[in-house]
């Protein structure tokens, strides 16, 4: 007899939280997201949001890769939210991108560049 391997069916999170009106330093949240489908990294910032307003994001502008506005970094790498997809079973890091002011969490202020050198966008 034999057992078929079932196909990993979440996906794990370690998402940036800081609040710098009332928080020392960052932190990461672990969070464990159950899906058996893809999704993009913005459909999953939206579906984390509305588990936890608390959790800070923006959410779609034009989710054609167009606006900008889901720009965030996912391990490290600067992506477009809505055009990256993130698989079941995979394991990933979000940030806030780096080349702006930071707000809270994973939301930045794109009027408000801040220098970068050695980022590659
Ligand atoms: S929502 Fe506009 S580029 Fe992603």
Redesign the pocket.
């Known amino acids: 007899m034999t057992t078929q391997k079932k196909p990993p069916d979440e996906i794990t999170i370690r998402l940036f939280r800081f609040d710098p009106a009332f928080e020392q330093e960052p932190r990461y949240e672990v969070i464990t997201y159950a899906t058996e489908e893809p999704l993009s990294v913005?459909v999953l910032m939206q579906q984390l949001h509305a588990l936890d307003p608390e959790r800070a994001c923006?959410t779609?502008?034009?989710?054609?890769?167009?606006?900008?506005?889901?720009?965030v970094q996912l391990n490290g790498r600067s992506v477009?939210?809505?055009?990256t997809l993130i698989r079941p079973g995979e394991e990933i890091r979000l940030d806030p991108h780096p080349g702006f002011k930071h707000i809270r969490d994973l939301v930045v202020d794109f009027s408000n560049p801040v220098s970068t050198e050695g980022e590659s966008p």
């Open positions: 913005m923006r779609s502008m034009c989710f054609k890769g167009a606006c900008g506005a889901c720009l477009l939210g809505c055009s």
